[in-house]
Structure formats: structure tokens, C-alpha cells
């Protein structure tokens, strides 16, 4: 069964790859945000951002970008999408659960996370000399954890929505705010008190947190409430998930 | 090969099959057939293992599908009512993945021989016109090398051409030793291709056997049809074994009691000179049966097959 499941991811990897939407939205559009706010206003050290550059302060953020991709719009539709055509069902019908499935969508859905983030990385290098002062070991964890935080909404979606539509929806109805309102994009030191508070309760404002502190350095301490938040809500969404969530 | 025996399915108030009771024998092809929403897929799906039964019992070649799904599973085939695919998927992806997911699998290649679909390994499915589709989802269900096969509406749209090719596959696939079990609406394709028949209706599955059987134990009527300009049918009513005459324009219609019917009715026209054309005799046929029990009765003002492209 180990080498069917195995089989099963590198499938959904080819898939994925070749759905070209995916790959945009998950490798090119973070790298033309980079280029774009990078070009505008470079690299240089300035006061306000604590002696680190704009593009240092927003190669972290982005992780919220690239996380938002794949888990909140690639993960719940494919899912559902696999659903409404009885794929899971059809799986169902074979030797292989359908939990194997979702593992392996799972799968594969982290290491795309962690390719695009991969990536961004190596361009904000070269083109703008990023520099990087935390240390890969908790970056990579805080990441990962993130990741999976953020796919037990995803995971939500698929389970609440009742068809491809109504998942489509409310998949872009999650991902715009996320994009925008969480700091992912925009800093969001620069928005009015209002706007911050609605921030506060969207759940990549704290990856973004987290990542922004372990990535530059800071104390165990300043990431930790966030990484709380992200846990709790974790715990939630996948309560919630294994309550609605139908083969087909 | 499977034993059902008072099968029960029940979504909440509904009771989609109820008290459901046949058997299924080894390397037959085992028709079931009935209007939309008769419990048909329910039904295969409590054989399948996908569905849990409300009550009744249920064995596959001695197994519980319920319990021991995974172990029916290396021999058993199942083709879904419309499954699709992954987007983008190739047809050699699909079929070495579902290669790997069986002990002993035939190799696919020889499956896409048989289907016709060699040289479209790198095709991708969506590609695929409707009838390769199905075959391709018939390859998939003959991967684990079953011993029973479920086929759940394969020939809903298909051309005529493709719906032929599909039933010389399935009389291959029984000298194969395979036993099929067809879900199907279409009366023509389970004449075709079936041993035996079950027809159900509203949950229930009011008849069970071979097809000639099945049209024999309703004693149907046979009906001898065709155009003329007659306008009295007061003649053909007065006839010997006549049960009724109908009129629709010129095609006048007689259902009568089998083959006396038909003689004394051709021996009526000829000697009382009356014109007619186009003479159509139709012997009770499953179709018949399937609209006698569902309670819709083709008498003489309901529309042939014929008349229907005049109009």
C-alpha cells in the first residue's frame, strides 16, 4: 500500500504541476509582487523597518501569500473538485482508502508550499541581496506549521462546500482578504486602527507575524502567541472539518 | 457468484430499495434494469460495498461486501454511474496508478488492446471522446483482474455504433469467465447482451429471470400496426383473439393475443380488399413489460417508434 500511496503523490505532484493557474498564482505572481515593491523601493536599510530593507521585511510576509495559494484555493478545490466528479468515491471502490487520497493531496500541496517559498527566497537573493538573520531550523518549523494551519481551513472549505461553485466562492471570498488585510502584501503598520483590528482576526496575519519574528531573529517568545492562535485555530477548523466533511 | 436477500436501503424517510431478494450466478451477464430513481444504483452499491445496507443480507462469492470490502476488492471491478478523472491526467498515468493499487494486476496494456485504446497511453482523458471513456473506465475496472464485474450505465450516451462495440466487448469478457452485473434503462442493450433480467420499479423488483421468461410471464400483447385509409374498424375489432384496435391518422393500430391474431388479420385485408402499407407486427417485447409494470400502457393513441419521426 506504501508504494500505491507513493504512486498516488507523484501523480497529484505531475497534476498540479501542469495546472498552470496553480503554478502562476504560487510561483510567478509572489515573485512579480518582489520584483515590483523591490523595484520601487529597493533594499536599503531604513530606520523604520529597524535597519532591515523593504524587501527583508517582505520576503517573510510573503509567506502568507504563497501559503494563501495552495491552501485556500488549490487544496479545498481540488478536493472538492474530487469529490464532485466521484474520484474519491471511485477510490472508494478500490484497495486504497480515500484518506489516501487527501494524505497524499496534503503532500503534495506542502512541498509546492515549500518549493514556491523555496523560490522566492533564491530571486529576493540574487536580485536584491536579502539578508536573512534567523536560523533555518524554527524558520522552516514556524513555516510548516503555518502551512498545516492554514490547510485545516482550506480542509473546511472542501468540507462545507456543497459543490465546485459554492467552493469556488467562498475560496476567493477567504483569499482576497487574506492577500490583502493580513500585512501578506501590504504592511499593516500602515492601516487604520479599524482595518488592524479586522486583521487580527484573520489567521495569516499570524502566520505573517511569526514568520516576520523567527525570520528575523527575534526572542522564542514574540513568535509564540501566534503560533498559539494559529494552534487553536487549527484545532477548530479540523473539529469542524471531520464534522462535515462527506466522501460524496 | 452473489446472493442477495432481502436488501433494504433507506435514506431517511425514504426507502429507496425495500426487501430486495435475487441471485447472481457465475459467469453470467445479470441485467438489472428500471426507470430513474428505482434503486438501482443503491442496490449494486450495497454489492459494491459502498453503501451500507438498512437491512438484509448480502454475499459476494461467500464475503460480506460491507466487512471485508477491501478483500473484495482484488476481485471485484466496479464502473461508476459518470465517474470523471483527474484534469490532465494521461490515460498510461491513470492506468499505472491503478495498476499499483492491486496484488496481481493485468497488464494494462493489454486491457487498452482489447478496448481498443492502444497508442493512446499519452492521450490526456479529457481528450477522449465519450465512448473511449467508457471503455477506459472499463479498463480501469478490469485492472485487478476480477472475477465480477459492475457496470454501472455504460452506454448512456453513446452513439449506435459505440453502444454495439460495448455489447461484443461484454460478450467477450463472459467467455472470459468474467460474471458482469449491468445497470442499465436501455430494454434494447439488456436483449442484447443479459442471461437474465431483474426489472426494478419504486425500490421493489417485481420480476427476476431470463429475458424470454420474464416477457412470457406477463402475456403481453402482440401489436399488428399500418397505414390506411379505412375508416371503419368495426371489421378488425370482430376478429378472433383482436383485444383492441386504435386509431392515430392514417396507422391504425391491433393489439391482439399472439400469432392468430396476426394471421386473421392479414387474411381480413386481403379479402376485404383494404389498402395498407408499411405493416409493422410487434411481438411483446422487455420494453413492453417495463412500461406495463411502471403503469404506462402503449395502447393505440400512444405514440410507436415509427410515428414518432413522421412528426
Known sequence: MRAALLNLTLLEMKLFMRNYINMFFLLIFPMLMLLLFGGIFGNEPEAMFGGYGTVDIS??????????VTGLMSLP???CQYREKKILKRFQATPLSPIYVVVSQISVHLIMTVAGMLLLFIVAKVVFDLQF????????AVFLFSTLSIFSLGFLVAAVAPNMRAATAIAYLIYFPMLFLTGATIPIELMPELMQKIAAVLPVTHVVKAMKAVWLGETAASVYPSLLILAGFMLVCLTLSLKFFRWE | MIAVDALTVQYGELRAVDQVSFSVFEQEIFGIVGPNGAGKTSTVECIEGLRRAHSGKVS????????????????????????????????????????????SPVPYGELLEIMQLSGKEKAFVSSLSGGQRQKLAIVLALIPNPRIAFLDELTTGLDPRARHQMWDLLLQLRERGLTIVLVSHYMDEVEAVCDRVAIMDRGRMPAVGSVSEVIGRFALHTEISFRSSLERTGGLEALPGVVSVGRKRNRITVQGRGDETVLAVLEHLRDRGIDYAALAVKPPDLEAVFLNLVGYSPSGESPRADEKEVR
Open chain 1, 77 to 79: 478545490l481540488t478536493l
Open chain 1, 59 to 68: 520576503v517573510p510576509a510573503y509567506a502568507g501569500l504563497i501559503i494563501s
Open chain 1, 133 to 140: 538573520v534567523g536560523r533555518v531550523l524554527p524558520v522552516t
Open chain 2, 60 to 103: 459476494v462469492s461467500g464475503l460480506d461486501p460491507w466487512k471485508d470490502r477491501k478483500k473484495l476488492y482484488e476481485v471485484m471491478g466496479v464502473q461508476l454511474q459518470d465517474t470523471a478523472y483527474q484534469d490532465q491526467v494521461r490515460v498510461g498515468e491513470i492506468c499505472a496508478l491503478f495498476s499499483s493499487l492491486y496484488r
